[in-house]
């Protein structure tokens, strides 16, 4: 199975502020950066993508698309729509513990993983006897790093070090024996 791994284009939002599951508007139109990534998927795939705006507005562009709320990026409950510099020292504690850290009313990165795990094994029990077809994702940071975290074996405190860049797709083949990533965020 050919699997495309894709971030969606940069939210319309300042610098310095924590979003996660906030629903926000694109800074640049989604109809580009689909005739950008266009070349660099297959003819046929199924399609995935988080109902968060800036995931699904590019999905829609790219094709007829299952939303499925599980691919949504982390959620920083209180913190979410609030400037870091506001946060402040509390973010002390996420630094300590990456994985484990909730903000008041969200989750942490292991929840998140799990429901991303979830969606990721019930796709794949769906392809049946489909599995070499095509999949296109079109998600956010976190989901992304979870998934190809969790397919190329990197241990999860490392995953969250894959910087999926904003408009960018990534291909993980994948095989019986295993997966094979076979490019990281090609812009076209």
Known sequence: MELHLIRHPRPAIADGICYGQSDLGLA?????????LRPLLPRHYRLYASPLARARLLAEELGSVVLDARLKEMDFGAWEMQPYAQI????????EDPLGFRAPGGESAHDMSRRVDEWFDEMLAAAGTHATEAVVVVAHGGPLRAIAGRL?????????SLAFECGHATRI????????????????
């Open 28 to 36: 640049e139109a989604p109809a580009p950066v689909a005739a950008r």
């Open 88 to 95: 402040g020292p509390a973010l002390e504690a996420w630094v």
């Open 152 to 160: 190329l074996g990197i241990p999860a405190e490392r995953w969250l």
């Open 173 to 188: 083949d994948l095989a019986p024996w295993g997966a094979m990533l076979k490019w990281f965020n090609r812009p076209d």
